[in-house]
């Protein structure tokens, strides 16, 4: 401890604490070790995360082909009870005027019918999840080529920042469900936009043909029947063998009658008899065609 020098400041000590010269090396090599060792981790974390999303994309693929291999399975015993089906039809009807074994036949077509529109659901609800994991596997795919793209363009040791500023974006189910659910609470406006976005974003999805087919009926609860006859058109142009098809058709009759133009409503309401003759929109085709005379 000694008494100020000059230029100090009068009646004042100043303290100096020497440390050994080791000890500053030790302290030197410390904090050069946490200065690297920060940097390091900053470097391992997008590699880290790079990583976690190939995982989960080897993952996501390993599900997919699992559910492509059941789907392909339920679409084979879908065509043989098809067949089944049309089969039975056609004997139900070599025989009917003779009465014999009709009521068995009607039993077992009903059965038949039953498991198919089981099987039918089951597609339809496999072919969303399919949907859903190729929207989530393309959505990893681009994160796994963006963190790539800023490693590779980063120097070394320097951190790689992994913002996600990016909004989040709905699935196909999620898209689907909110339109669908526009739709049911009478926000037909907002349905059509929703199924429109939909289409937009993806065409080639399962839902696609029922996402047109409820443009359709948005119009036409509206009563805009000349637009909801190009909408129903549409179903039956893009999506020929959808079980939308038949109720399309039906409607184009409905809007033709609620135009007033008969000729055009029993050509479509014939149509949909020929056509889908086992289908209750067949049905429902004959009993307004009763109504205003064929």
């Known amino acids: 401890m000694q008494s100020a020098g000059r230029g100090g400041i009068p009646g004042t000590r100043a303290f100096f604490i020497v440390l050994p010269q080791e000890t500053c090396k030790i302290m030197s090599k410390k904090a050069l070790l946490t200065i690297t060792t920060l940097v390091f981790a900053a470097g391992c974390a ?3 995360e790079l990583v976690k999303l190939r995982n989960e994309m080897n993952d996501l693929r390993t599900e997919t082909r699992s559910e492509i291999k059941d789907l392909k399975g339920i679409e084979k015993r879908q ?10 039809s056609d004997l139900q009807r070599s025989i009917a005027d003779q009465g014999a074994q009709f009521d068995q036949l009607v039993t077992d077509l009903q059965i038949m019918q039953g ?27 681009a994160r796994v080529d963006q963190l790539e793209s800023k490693l590779k363009s980063a120097p070394s040791g320097t951190p790689v920042p992994d913002k996600k500023t990016e909004a989040k974006t709905l699935g196909p189910s999620e898209a689907y469900q909110q339109a669908k659910t526009d739709y049911d609470k009478g926000n037909f406006d907002l349905a059509i936009a929703g199924f429109g976005n939909y289409l937009k974003q993806f065409p080639d999805a399962s839902q696609a043909d029922s ?9 036409y609860s509206k009563k805009e029947y000349g637009k909801a006859i190009e909408e129903f058109s549409k179903v039956l ?4 063998k ?9 409607k184009i009759g409905y809007s033709y009658l609620n135009e007033r133009n008969n000729a055009k409503a029993k050509e479509h309401l014939n149509r ?10 067949a049905a429902l085709a004959k009993e307004k065609l009763k109504k205003i005379g064929k």
């Open 46 to 48: 997008p590699q880290a």
């Open 79 to 88: 065509d043989q009870l098809a067949a089944d089906v049309k089969s039975t």
């Open 115 to 141: 498991k198919l529109e089981e099987n039918n659901f089951r597609m339809k609800e496999m072919s969303q999840k399919l949907d859903d994991k190729a929207y989530r596997l393309s959505e990893l795919t």
């Open 211 to 219: 996402a047109q087919y409820w443009i359709g009926e948005s119009y």
């Open 237 to 240: 142009k893009d999506h020929p």
């Open 242 to 250: 959808s079980e939308k098809a038949p109720g399309a058709r039906l």
């Open 272 to 281: 949909v008899i020929k056509d889908y003759p086992a289908s209750k929109e």
